[in-house]
């Protein structure tokens, strides 16, 4: 039973292969049901860890951090829970790979919305700790810039962004924008662009699963 600092939801890898590990992270007003519903599409020998964002919103709604948005659309956030919950993603993450016996090499956050955010940070802040990111329609957070390791630390690392061209949540130059950056770093970038509004569509939900997929099979080519 794994003992983490945040509450989950756990799905084991299929016994007989080298198995991997994908920690989920959900979008802002939801819970660690939400990306859980992805497993049956996430290839069998990955774990599956869906996490529930630590502040209450509601009864089954949570956040990785609040935020306002203002009317010509800045964003402001709670930096010192957008802190705390950097602190506990990595924690989290360390603490399953260690429990599980994955190495980082084959260990990878995911996350939609705002638990795409904490992905895509985590990578960026602690790349020691995994291999590569997947981002569903997500921005990059510049209150964790400062944090970032050194690009060296990067290398051989892998990221997968997509967005939707119609988002209405988070506009497709946020998913520009984290493109633009990581474009100046030593990590292999996979970017996709789909139709659709701030969703995850049957293309870009195989898509993204395939490249979970290749992930594992040029590790174990």
């Given amino acids: ?3 983490l600092p945040l509450s989950f939801l756990h799905r084991p890898a299929t016994p007989g292969s080298e198995p991997w590990l994908l920690v989920l992270m959900h979008g802002v007003g939801s819970n660690e ?15 599956v860890l869906s996490l529930r964002a630590p502040y209450r919103m509601g009864p089954t709604a949570n956040a990785w951090f609040e935020f306002t948005v203002a009317a ?17 993603v990595a924690q989290t993450v360390d603490a399953a790979a260690r429990q599980l016996g994955i190495p980082a090499a084959r260990v990878v956050a995911g996350g939609f919305s705002q638990g795409g955010i904490m992905a895509l940070t985590l990578l960026l802040t602690r ?6 990111a997947m981002v569903w329609h997500s921005r990059l957070l ?19 962004v997509s967005h939707g061209v119609q988002d209405n949540v988070i506009p497709l130059a ?9 474009r100046t770093l030593p990590l292999a ?10 969703e995850i569509r049957p293309e870009e939900l195989r898509d993204s699963m395939a490249w979970l997929h290749g992930l ?6």
């Fill in 1 to 3: 039973m794994l003992d």
């Fill in 33 to 47: 049901q939400d990306l859980f519903g992805l497993a049956p599409y996430v290839p069998p020998q990955y774990h």
């Fill in 72 to 88: 010509d659309g800045a964003r402001s956030i709670n930096e010192p829970q957008e802190a705390a919950s950097r602190a506990l």
């Fill in 127 to 132: 790349p020691e700790l995994l291999h590569g």
């Fill in 142 to 160: 510049p209150q964790a810039l400062p944090h970032a390791a050194q690009p060296a630390a990067l290398a051989g690392r892998q990221l997968w």
């Fill in 174 to 182: 946020s998913a520009q924008a984290i493109r633009d950056h990581v």
């Fill in 189 to 198: 970038l996979s970017y996709r662009e789909y139709p659709g509004m701030h």
């Fill in 216 to 221: 594992a099979a040029g590790a174990a080519g």
